[in-house]
């Protein structure tokens, strides 16, 4: 529809919904009167005062606009500020199913080493001897003692060792629809005033099908419980840390006589890998009254590109220190360890700890506990710290019209509607490009805030080209926020396609689906 007024001729497109200027070779006059001929669509406009002018419409025998897009996709490489891939699924009534918790009563474990007062070890496990002792084990195959990997000493323990079915790992990879666990407990927490658990654990399964639990329960029931799982590849063994007055669902611990923990590893029906390794787990409490002071003078940076430093001043009578970190709010009560305890010499007064995981445009609250060979500090006050937002440079796509009438972009929009996707137009929309000439389009993302993965979305443009809108293809635009994988991973993850059977992901030289995938909260 095409409108004469006061100010020249305006035209939508759409209905009415939206309307622009119409006046390309019109002088700025009042229009008054139109003729069309519709033979050769052409329309003729009578003007006060500046005569009669004249114009082909778009669409018809003359004046027909084309639209070509190029590139057709665009893929951008964001540093890699996101240091922790991560994906936490619910767990599922199939699973909540196989693993019959309740079922599984162990022997109470027994204190290694006790004290008047302050840390109390209750476990200190190396797995350089039998196993599981007073564990339970539940599954075939199941988790059992190897020599093939291990963070200290000679062995761990793996998540398919064990059983009729059981595998050696050095030589084959885990098999398929295994259910493994095994349950520590009860703990007796009923005189602590702290407590934790901390482990190291080398995993590296099959991305989103496979996956490690951690269950949390206050009685043998396990009703209710609290849940931590993972799934991927760390690349080595890292360290998962809890703190007991702080759990998944179940809030505070301390103060509990009947705590449990269930490991457990679940495989699907195909595709095996290397499998769980666990290390080094150690469970402590501390009974008593600490009367250690809380760490003070505690900055954390906000200029590094790379990090965030975390300084605090010397304690009188600490010999350790350890970071908490919390994301995006001053709340202690959630802060997680970032590194294990570390000493410092005497004279030192003022200490510092480098986070190296921080991710880029985030604001993190760091929290500093002190301790003795008796007694803990509660966290200091936080301080707040980030690096600053990276940037990824924009991409353009350009859009043509080789045809001989106006070609009008009346919009982009995105088919998912992501958050880190925007576009730039030249001009405000509808966008007029006359025959044989281009525009370009000024594509941009933003990995701030973005968890490290794979993304995409689909750029969908509206036009004025008869069956050309939006345009058939539109633009795919994938961000790799630091991951780098290879385009046919990629592909995989994007769910484009399978990859061919025996394809190794790693033939260009980048890194496994699901990089590196720590254990984190279930109801995260």
Known sequence: MIVGTDLG?????????????????????????????????????????????????????????????????????????QLDAQFVRPLSSQDRARINLSSIIPDPIQVFQTQLAGDVTIISEGFE???????????????????????????????????????????????????SAFTIGP????????????????????????????????????????????????????EFALDFSNVDTLGNLLGQPNVYLTFAFTSDFSVGGPGVWIDDLVIMKTTGTSTLPAPTGVTAST??????????????????YRVYRNTGSDNPATATPLADWQSVPDFQQTISYEDLTAQAGTIYYYYVKAR??????????????????????????TVSNAGNGALRVTGITK?????????????????????????????????????????????????????????????FVTMNNGTFLSPKVADYILGKGPL?????????????????????????
Do not use: H
């Not at 654990?201 to 043998?220: G, H, L, P, S, T």
């Not at 973005?450 to 004025?464: E, K, M, P, Q």
């Not at 061919?500 to 720590?518: E, K, L, Q, R």
């Open 303 to 320: 200029d590094l590109t790379d990090r965030v430093r975390v300084t605090w001043n010397k304690v009188t009578g600490a010999t350790q």
């Open 9 to 81: 001729c305006y035209r939508t497109d759409d209905g009415g919904a939206s309307w622009y200027t119409f006046n390309e070779g019109l002088p700025n006059v009042v229009v008054s009167d139109f003729a069309y001929f519709a033979p050769t669509r052409l329309l003729r406009a009578g003007t006060y005062g500046r005569g009669m002018w004249e114009t082909n419409l778009d669409g018809g025998l003359a004046g027909n606009p084309t639209i070509l897009v190029e590139p057709e996709s665009l893929t951008f490489d964001a540093p890699d500020a």
């Open 372 to 397: 003795n060979d008796t007694v803990e500090s509660s966290l200091s006050a936080g301080a707040a710290g980030s690096i600053p937002g990276i940037t990824v440079p924009s991409q353009n796509i």
């Open 187 to 238: 703990i007796d927490l009923s005189d602590a005033t702290a407590a934790s658990m901390s482990f190291f654990y080398d995993m590296n399964i099959e991305f989103n099908a496979d996956f490690f639990y951690i269950f949390v329960a206050r009685n043998v029931s396990f009703d209710p419980f609290g849940t931590y799982g993972g799934t991927g590849n760390t690349q080595g063994f890292i």
């Open 129 to 179: 001897g039998a196993f599981p002792g007073t564990w339970v084990r539940e599954g075939d195959p199941t988790w059992g003692i190897d020599d093939f990997k291990k963070r200290t000493g000679n062995q761990s323990i793996w998540c398919a060792r064990d059983g009729a079915l059981g595998e050696d790992p050095a030589i084959n990879p885990y098999p398929n629809n295994v259910l």
């Open 500 to 524: 061919p059977p025996g394809a190794d992901a790693n033939t260009d030289g980048s890194v496994n689906v699901g990089d590196v995938i720590n254990l984190i909260n279930n109801n995260n």
């Open 415 to 475: 088919q998912n509607n992501s958050a880190w996707l925007s576009v730039t137009p030249p001009s405000n929309y509808p966008v007029t490009i006359a025959p044989n000439t281009a525009a370009i389009f000024q594509v941009n993302v933003n990995p701030n805030g973005v968890a490290r993965g794979i993304f995409s979305d689909r750029l969908l443009i509206a036009n004025n080209v008869a069956g050309q809108s939006p345009y058939p293809t539109g633009v």
